[in-house]
């Protein structure tokens, strides 16, 4: 039973006994018939039940991934005392596309877009005294293939069921716009969009509000109330809703205005990302009728087409990868844990901003940015009105996507995006597109004006851009009218085109000094972890490269990136392997520098090395335990961010190398310098030794001031011999929704990761647990992932648990045991255990929080 009725306003999570039918026929909407379902859990995607297949409709696009249409089906109760001078709202952050929505038979609508939230009043469509309701959803994704990457299919993103009083802010009601910030003060502007809807149910006897008060508390990041205001309206000031903010109110609203200023403030940044707690408060005639929480942050991000990034003022490099929805073996149905474990990786190897590629992401997502200090692009859309080629199978004769609903949705899509999305303080810049057909055509650049003019209206603060890939491009280039339009010029591989390979960015920055610059997607390293092109008659493409000459590309890019002051930074593509963007027998995209799983590749030191200069680290590659021939000359390279590094094969060196970044002159006067100029022997911004193989032990030592400061140790591994599991997280809640990672290793006899390993592997968990997917960041790997069991891939493997726990009539939380959690007894404990052919596997220990 939901909406208890103890608070002015409520939210109550609605993703739990739902049950899931995958066909195309009329499931018949209102009938409580369970039958021919089987039950789920929200998010949910259906495409990863199933093995990929060269032969699917959703090609190598999207993954070769099944689609079509499915039905989803829950029967609920509703507390009858909430309906008494209140209503019930029904939400979705999301769901893979073209959803219609059913409450007890009756057809509320259909939403188009696949990552944008919508809603339905369904107050007056409810049983009330106990009665059970019947909510029915069709997700049609049959209409393939869509999109140029994996889509999933289904519920994949959090439902919620929400009680509100008659006079409620409207959603997205609460705007706090920063109208200055400084390290002295924030002035700010309070926006507050109050409805009032009638409701045939309740009893109007008392008669008509006479008044509205809003009151507005802000509280800082310890708790401390900062700002506590009022304003008060008749309520002849009540208007009938506008586009602007009042889109999803069908009721009178008016919009209450504050100027509030706030002393010292802690400003949010990437290092300390200070949120403050907005809370808003409506009164009718003195009495409480709202309240809503809104978690904000203070900053001033600023592009200049001298400076860059200015971040409160001072000169920030955007160190930013994109980023796509998808979590690997959940496909897109991802709970902010995984992504919670994927972005402090990141943030550990020096990335300080995320592109949002090429959609609105799960709000979950932002709240994560906000929270972690990672700066955010958001993007609305990967197509206008053109549409863009799809990598068609083999049975696939017409491509599909956004383009042909473009006319009739993208207003309303883009003003949610940032109505939804504007409290943030991690969200910097918007994006209005990426790689839009549109940039070459004559008229093109009119739709970007009118995309940009809703973004201003929304919000006149922050910048506009939009990826382009055709600046510079053969034989159509982006038009100058289109460029023009955007306030930051984004720049998508810049040095695709003839001799900017060379000059990059410098071409049009002496032609058109005044333009602010951001890479907003260039090539980073990527390949298969584990896996190293040796030789450049194995290449497949022009886009694949022998793993020792791919850092000198990439690093020419870096290293001018960093070090021109103009360009504000790039998102290297892409911080995590995708599903989808593949050609068969591969089934994801290899662009990334952590694995579907979230396993770290070689790349990722490359990029640490270079972020994260002031951290001694060290690594080197390939690993020891390649198919070559002894005695063959390989090139062992270092990534370091160390002075020089030394190489060691089974304790003979091969010599000290060093390279210098960023490269430094003189000081104060002539033949001064800071620090003793390091004897360098090459340009690149990393290390590479010409050693003969032979198994043992290879190391790396990395030396700071001529001392021993890191150290990398590869060995030579021999058979698997026992299995070693992590957990990412010790505790688990009990509420039937929360996960937990398992990451699962095969070791030798000595401890050494075995890195050709790829013993099946399969996990089971005692207690009130289930394994419900499984990866190994394998691209090739063509079964279903929703399974307790799964080959290792180059020694390593990814579980992922659920609790089992459900919600009894009463509202409380219970496991799928006979013993009970409560709030009494606080904890149990589940183990996930692992077994393997002739292998000892350990168990992890997990406490399920009730």
């Not at 009540?238 to 009042?246: F, L, M, N, Y």
């Not at 013993?759 to 992932?785: H, K, R, Y």
Request: charged fraction near 25%.
């Amino acid at each position: 039973m939901y909406l208890t009725a103890k608070k002015v306003r409520q939210r109550e999570n609605f993703n739990l006994n739902w049950f899931f039918y995958h066909g195309e026929e009329d499931r018949r909407p209102g009938e409580s018939d369970t039958a021919a379902y089987k039950p789920v859990k929200l998010p949910h995607d259906w495409s990863l039940e199933y093995p990929f297949d060269e032969h699917a409709a959703s090609c190598g696009s999207g993954g070769y991934a099944e689609t079509g249409i499915g039905w989803y089906r829950k029967c609920f109760q509703v507390n009858p005392d909430v309906l008494i001078g209140g209503r019930v709202v029904l939400q979705f952050d999301g769901a893979y596309m073209l959803t219609q929505v059913w409450i007890n038979g009756h057809y509320l609508g259909r939403h188009v877009y696949g990552y944008t939230p919508f809603e339905w009043d369904i107050t007056e469509l409810l049983y009330r005294d106990g009665g059970e309701n019947v909510v029915d959803v069709r997700v049609d994704n049959s209409a393939q293939p869509s999109s140029r990457w994996y889509s999933g299919s289904g519920i994949t993103r959090d439902v919620w069921i929400c009680g509100v009083r008659d006079l409620h802010v409207a959603p997205y009601g609460v705007w706090v716009h920063n109208l200055e910030v400084t390290k002295e003060k924030v002035r700010l502007a309070v926006e507050t969009l109050v409805c009032e809807q009638s409701t045939p149910v309740r009893d109007n006897s008392a008669g008509t509000v006479k008044s509205i008060t809003v009151g507005t508390s802000i509280y800082g990041p310890g708790g401390k109330l900062c700002i506590q205001e009022q304003i008060k309206e008749e309520i002849n000031g009540i208007q009938e809703a506008g586009r602007r903010s009042g889109e999803n109110c069908s009721g009178l609203v008016h919009t209450f205005h504050q100027e509030l200023e706030l002393s010292s403030p802690t400003l949010w940044n990437v290092d300390n990302p200070a949120l403050y707690e907005v809370i808003t408060r409506v009164y009718a005639d003195g009495v409480l009728q709202d309240e809503v929480h809104t978690v904000t942050g203070f900053q001033n991000a600023r592009f200049d087409s001298k400076q860059g990034f200015l971040l409160n003022s001072v000169r920030v490099k955007l160190n930013g990868v994109c980023i796509h929805h998808d979590g690997g073996c959940v496909g897109a149905a991802v709970h902010p844990q995984i992504w919670e474990r994927r972005l402090e990786k990141l943030k550990k190897m020096g990335v300080n901003a995320v592109r949002m590629s090429h959609n609105p992401p799960d709000p979950a997502l932002l709240d994560l940015c906000d929270r972690l200090g990672l700066m955010v692009m958001d993007e609305a859309f990967d197509e206008w009105r053109i549409l863009k080629g799809k990598e068609l199978g083999s049975n696939t004769h017409e491509s599909r996507g956004y383009s042909e609903w473009f006319d009739n949705c993208h207003e309303e899509d883009i003003r949610t995006m940032l109505l939804r999305d504007r409290n943030h303080p991690s969200i910097i810049i918007w994006s209005i597109g990426n790689e839009v057909p549109e940039q070459t055509v004559p008229e093109g650049y009119l739709t970007a004006r009118h995309l940009k003019s809703i973004c201003k209206e929304l919000d006149p603060e922050r910048a506009v851009t939009q990826a382009n890939d055709q600046v510079c491009a053969e034989p159509h280039a982006a038009t100058e009218e289109f460029l023009n339009e955007l306030d930051v010029v984004g720049y998508n591989y810049v040095d695709r085109w003839r001799t900017r390979q060379e000059t990059l960015y410098d071409d049009d920055k002496r032609a058109y000094p005044n333009r602010c610059v951001l890479g907003t997607e260039n090539s980073g390293l990527g390949g298969i972890r584990g896996e190293y092109l040796m030789t450049l008659q194995e290449r497949a493409g022009w886009w694949k490269r022998p793993y020792y000459s791919a850092p000198v590309e990439i690093g020419r890019l870096l290293r001018f990136t960093m070090t021109h002051d103009y360009v504000a930074g790039d998102f290297m593509w892409t911080g995590i392997d995708y599903l989808g963007e593949a050609h068969w027998p591969l089934h994801s995209s290899c662009a990334g520098v952590l694995d579907t799983c979230g396993f770290e590749k070689d790349s990722f030191y490359f990029y640490q090395s270079i972020w994260k200069r002031s951290e001694p680290m060290v690594h080197l590659l390939p690993h020891w335990n390649l198919n070559v021939k002894e005695g063959s000359i390989l090139q062992v390279l270092g990534y370091t961010s160390c002075n020089s590094a030394e190489l060691f094969l089974n304790g003979k060196s091969y010599g000290r190398k060093a390279y210098t970044y960023p490269a430094y002159g003189m000081t104060e006067k002539y033949g001064h310098y800071d620090k003793n100029p390091t004897p360098i022997n090459t340009n690149d911004l990393f290390l590479s030794w010409d050693v003969p193989y032979e198994p043992g032990c290879i190391e790396l030592v990395g030396y700071v001031d001529d001392k021993e400061a890191a150290r990398h140790v590869v060995k030579t591994a021999g058979a698997p011999a026992a299995v070693r599991l992590s957990c990412y997280r010790q505790q688990m809640k009990g509420d039937g929704l929360d996960i937990a990672q398992i990451e699962a290793e095969l070791l030798d006899s000595q401890g050494n990761l075995c890195v050709q390993a790829d013993t099946e592997l399969i996990f089971t968990v005692d207690g009130p647990a289930c394994v419900i997917a499984v990866d190994n960041g394998n691209p090739e790997e063509m079964e279903s992932m929703k399974k307790n069991h799964i080959h290792a891939f180059h020694g390593r493997a990814l579980a992922i648990i659920q609790s089992s726990g459900e919600t009894d009539e009463a509202g409380l939380v219970r496991c799928s045991t006979a013993e009970k959690c409560s709030a009494q007894t606080g904890t149990k404990q589940c183990t996930v255990r692992v077994r393997a052919e002739g292998l000892t596997g350990d168990g992890i220990p997990i406490i399920i929080v009730s």
